[in-house]
């Protein structure tokens, strides 16, 4: 492989995971049941607002190293007022269950990270 075929813009999203640009309701569905377990697992009740799909695989220059990054967006204020704890709890949470889990949809690893929704996310892909 070389060098051009990790740096290159592609002219399609990736076909196993996209569909005419749109997220492929069995990746979508896959997508959310994750990231939808591990918030479950932290017992902080219905506090997950919304999840996206961000990063290369959301845009134009992935490649088969890229790996899913999933944002999960949550309100931290009603977590705790404390919102520099909360970030770090999270941090922690997200961190230990990257480490531990080897998950992967169509040959891509996943990540997790939760992110306030008031925080600003500035990505070439977000969906």
């Known amino acids: 492989m070389n060098s051009d075929d990790i740096l290159s ?11 005419e640009n749109v997220l492929k309701p069995e990746i979508s569905d896959q997508l959310f049941e994750i990231a939808t377990e591990f918030f479950v697992g932290l017992h902080l009740g219905d506090g997950l607002k919304d999840v996206t799909f961000t990063g290369s695989l959301a845009n134009y220059n992935w490649t088969k190293y ?39 949809v169509i040959g891509h690893e996943i990540e997790l990270y939760v992110q306030d929704i008031n925080e600003d996310h500035h990505s070439t892909g977000v969906y």
């Open 66 to 104: 890229s790996d899913i990054d999933l944002h999960l967006l949550v309100d931290f204020s009603n977590i705790d007022a404390d919102l520099e704890l909360v970030r770090e709890y999270f941090n922690a949470k997200t961190s230990l269950w990257n480490k531990t889990h080897d998950i992967f």
């Open 9 to 19: 813009v592609k002219h399609s999203l990736q076909k196993n995971i996209w569909s």
